[in-house]
């Protein structure tokens, strides 16, 4: 069964901190892997795109990684910002029609 | 761009009423999807067009949803008659194909809330 799983649920942490965001697939046949961010009130935002022969890409203060032996991804958000405060959502996409398959989220909270 | 723009930010209805989101994807894009969002159970993909054709509308829960595009610049989701499990976010958004290569934009989405 195709499924996209994330951990933690949810996360606080001080401004200044960083934190990772983990995300696991089952999805086959892969395709690509997005993280996209989820203000408060708004639509998801794609922030990067991995396909899989890609292992890092940065998009500023984000990093993201991709192990696509192990189906496993990660999100690393460097010296946290209050306005990181959202959810971050996993989707991979299948390469058949291009399926996409969405993790429920991970909620960041940054606290001054 | 304006971006996708969806009408109305809010909706709040009595069970049993007619209720219609609005959708305007962004000119271009030849795909649109229609998405609920919920606490239990994250996003899930209702329906989605192409060319203002519906391709899969096996997410669309019940009877009482339907969708339609009549054309590439508006698209409806109604629920008719609504109820409280109905509750949730409803996003649209709009993509350059099925989603693997250039994602999706979504819009802001409209909060439905069935009393």
């Known amino acids: 069964k195709n499924q996209v799983e994330q951990s933690p649920q949810s996360l606080i942490i001080l401004e200044g901190k960083n934190c990772t965001l983990q995300c696991n697939y089952t999805v086959s046949p892969f395709s690509n892997l997005r993280w996209y961010k989820q203000d408060t009130g708004r639509g998801p935002v794609s922030l990067t795109i991995m396909t899989f022969s890609e292992n890092t890409k940065s998009n500023g203060r984000y990093t993201a990684t991709l192990d696509a032996d192990t189906k496993q991804s990660s999100l690393h958000i460097t010296a946290s910002q209050l306005s990181d405060s959202a959810s971050y959502i996993c989707?991979?996409?299948?390469?058949?029609?291009?399926?996409?398959?969405f993790g429920r989220g991970t909620q960041l909270t940054v606290w001054p | 761009d304006a971006g996708v723009i969806q009408s109305p930010r809010h909706e709040v209805t009595e069970m049993g009423q007619e209720v219609t989101l609005r959708c305007k994807p962004i000119s271009g894009h030849d795909y649109l999807f229609w998405y609920r969002q919920t606490m239990m159970r994250g996003l899930e993909l209702l329906i989605y067009?192409?060319?203002?054709?519906?391709?899969?509308d096996s997410g669309m829960p019940e009877d009482r949803f339907s969708a339609k595009m009549p054309n590439a610049s508006f698209s409806t989701l109604k629920i008719q008659p609504s109820e409280p499990r109905d509750s949730a976010v409803y996003f649209c958004?709009?993509?350059?194909?099925?989603?693997?290569?250039?994602?999706?934009?979504f819009g802001s989405g409209t909060r439905l809330t069935v009393v």
């Open positions: 989707v991979v996409s299948v390469n058949t029609l291009g399926r996409l398959y």
């Open positions: 958004a709009s993509s350059y194909d099925r989603g693997a290569n250039y994602g999706y934009t």
């Open positions: 067009f192409n060319n203002n054709v519906p391709i899969d």
